[in-house]
């Protein structure tokens, strides 16, 4: 089949009624998470860099707070004003081998109460400890009787130093049946746009959990993005129109794992059909944009990754 690509006006009727679409998005939900889903605000080891108002309204709008190890040093630096306010922003969980969190902020949040579960092992990032832990945290009667455990004297929280989260995780997959468990809302903030090598281990955790823990809808946000997987064959991305006007920008489909064709979109300015797309061609859709007034379509061969402009200032007169 020929490919084909149109460019459209910049607004249109695309009608959500007349697609079938094997998958949904809410571009809002993204950041402000639907109530029927756990939620959880994964903070990893970069430079917090969002409007203060925003964040503490992501905050209260997520179930469960993570910091991935140094990132604990970055959340106590953020909330710097005052000792009032950095007490209300508490996460619930610190991980990771501890390399980075510094001795104050491991003390001040000790002395709060928090849960800092050490994980030594060098086989795999602090990001994938938290991840285990999230999943753990939800789905584990057992895991949760060990950490909330008020008696519980042991070392690290009863949890084996090296991997004993990843070895509580595989235990509990065993008896995990995927369609059952309740989805995860889970928003990253940091994780891309540092270091490279942890950037692409992040969009690397995109396909992971896609594959091997459906249950978790992982995007993350950026000063000026977000990014998540769109699944193959047929997502239908929906978004309110005000939302899309004063907060949304360019977008890009990027074939970062693998190579595949778009078969279709609609409602982007440059729609296109049967269309190979690869980054080793040199052939991606950037710098799209969503013109659907409520929504748009995007139906791949394989997952791909998207990326959407936001306009961080504006975000919090929409959540
Ligand atoms: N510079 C960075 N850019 C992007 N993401 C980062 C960066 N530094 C850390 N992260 C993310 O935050 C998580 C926790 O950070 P931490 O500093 O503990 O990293 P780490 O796992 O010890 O890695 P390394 O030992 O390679 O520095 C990492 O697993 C990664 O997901
Ligand atoms: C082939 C291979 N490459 C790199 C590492 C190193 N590594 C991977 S994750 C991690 C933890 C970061 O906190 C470290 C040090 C390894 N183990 N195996």
């Not at 008020?150 to 595989?170: A, M, R, S, V």
């Not at 993350?220 to 907060?247: A, H, Q, W």
């Amino acid at each position: 089949m020929t490919e084909e690509c149109i460019e459209n006006p910049e607004r249109i009727d695309v009608n959500a009624d007349l697609i079938k679409a094997r998958n949904e998005t809410n571009l809002k939900e993204l950041i402000h998470p639907n109530e029927g889903n756990n939620s959880t605000l994964l903070i990893l080891n970069q430079k917090i860099d969002i409007p203060r108002s925003l964040f503490y309204k992501i905050w209260k709008l997520h179930d469960l707070k993570v910091c991935a190890d140094g990132a604990a040093n970055r959340l106590y630096d953020y909330l710097n004003d005052n000792e009032t306010i950095r007490v209300k922003y508490l996460p619930d969980y610190i991980i990771g081998d501890l390399d980075s969190l510094s001795d104050k902020v491991f003390n001040y949040y000790k002395k709060n109460r928090v849960i800092i579960i050490k994980q030594t092992t060098q086989y795999s990032t602090d990001f994938t400890k938290c991840v285990n832990l999230i999943s753990l945290h939800f789905n584990s009667p057992k895991f949760h009787a060990l950490i909330s455990n008020e008696d519980n004297c042991q070392p690290n929280h009863g949890i084996e130093l090296e991997k004993g989260i990843h070895t509580l995780y595989n235990n509990m997959t065993k008896s995990l049946v995927f369609s059952e468990v309740t989805p995860i809302s889970l928003l990253a903030l940091g994780g891309i746009g540092g270091r490279f090598d942890q950037t692409v281990h992040s969009i690397t955790q995109l396909y992971t959990l896609s594959k091997s823990a459906s249950y978790f809808k992982l995007c993350y946000m950026t000063p000026t993005d977000l990014i998540f997987l769109i699944k193959k064959n047929g997502t239908l991305i929906e978004y309110d129109p005000r939302f899309r006007n004063s907060c949304i920008g360019n977008c890009g489909l990027l074939p970062i794992g693998e190579a595949t064709v778009i078969k279709e979109t609609r409602g982007l300015k440059w729609d296109i059909k049967n269309w190979p797309t690869s980054i080793v061609d040199g052939r991606v859709s950037s710098s799209n944009r969503f013109v659907g007034q409520k929504c748009c379509f995007i139906d791949t061969e394989h997952d791909i990754v998207l990326n959407v402009e936001i306009f961080v200032d504006k975000l919090i007169d929409f959540l």
